[in-house]
């Protein structure tokens, strides 16, 4: 037997990269060996598309990519989003209380498959840094809609009132809140996530859900463990990915993917 058949979705940040967001070299062996057995992977991620279009080159991977917490789906061979999933009206109402009251907080629009920086502070520049985004500004008074999703960005310890101000303006049955990482806070569709975007996926691209491989690490990949027929964490995962995966392997920065790639040898009888 092989892995033809078998879609391996793997979460970036927290997950496939190590601490320093770095590709381990065996983490990319896992990756080819993986593919040398017929499987598939796919990269699912809170990161926009133009966040991820150079690890998807530099990782040789030719599937479109699941980008913005299930926002979208894009097609870095045809270069446009190919499924999205946008914010509601009100979007702006929710950045205008946050530039008001928090004045620590960066605010970051995802539109279109880019990064518009609208108000950015220490926050806001690591993370056009790391994810080596263009200098996009705007102003996010007069940025047309659609928006696929607002981030809030700031030190750890101001995220809290950052939730706790989204919680008290935003109405939860239009706009979905998620604190993907220790310093983002994102507002999204209710229908944004990695679970429904994998669906959607599965559905066009004709793989079952069955098959399919889910790895993450906090509390934006549950939706897709949850749908997932081998779902896996890391080590340093969050007690709700822990809670969604049946397998936990290595952390982030002792190449899980390997440990993956093993145990679904195991799993499926591959010497």
Not at 70 to 81: A, N, Q, T
Not at 174 to 196: H, I
Not at 200 to 209: I, K, M, S, T, V
Request: charged fraction near 25%; include cysteine; aromatic fraction near 8%.
């Amino acid at each position: 037997m092989d892995f033809k058949g078998f879609l391996m979705v793997i979460d970036m940040d927290g997950t496939f990269l190590d601490s320093k967001r770095n590709i381990s070299p065996e983490n990319r062996s896992a990756l080819e060996e993986w593919r040398g057995l017929g499987g598939q992977v796919c990269i699912a991620s809170g990161r926009s598309a133009a966040g991820l279009v150079r690890i998807q080159r530099e990782l040789g991977l030719t599937l479109p990519l699941i980008c913005g917490n299930g926002s979208g789906i894009f097609d870095c061979e045809r270069g446009g989003l190919i499924y999205n999933v946008t914010l509601p009206e009100g979007g702006r109402e929710l950045a205008e209380a946050a530039d008001r009251l928090l004045p620590e907080t960066g605010i970051t629009i995802y539109k279109d498959a880019k990064v518009y920086f609208c108000k950015e502070n220490s926050a806001t520049v690591r993370n056009m840094t790391n994810e080596q985004l263009p200098h996009l500004t705007a102003d996010w008074r007069t940025l047309p809609y659609p928006w696929e999703k607002i981030l809030f960005s700031q030190e750890p310890e101001y995220t809290g009132a950052v939730q706790s101000l989204m919680e008290r303006t935003a109405d939860c049955g239009v706009f979905r809140l998620l604190k993907s990482a220790p310093v983002y806070y994102e507002v999204l569709n209710p229908l944004a996530s990695k679970g429904q975007a994998l669906r959607e996926y599965c559905a066009r691209l004709g793989f079952e859900l069955s098959k399919v491989v889910a790895v993450g690490d906090n509390e934006n990949d549950v939706s897709m463990l949850e749908i997932a027929g081998y779902p896996f964490t890391v080590a340093n995962c969050t007690p709700p990915a822990r809670a969604a995966a049946r397998w936990v392997v290595s952390d982030n920065d002792h190449s899980c993917a390997a440990d993956v790639v093993r145990i679904m040898k195991e799993e499926i009888k591959i010497i």
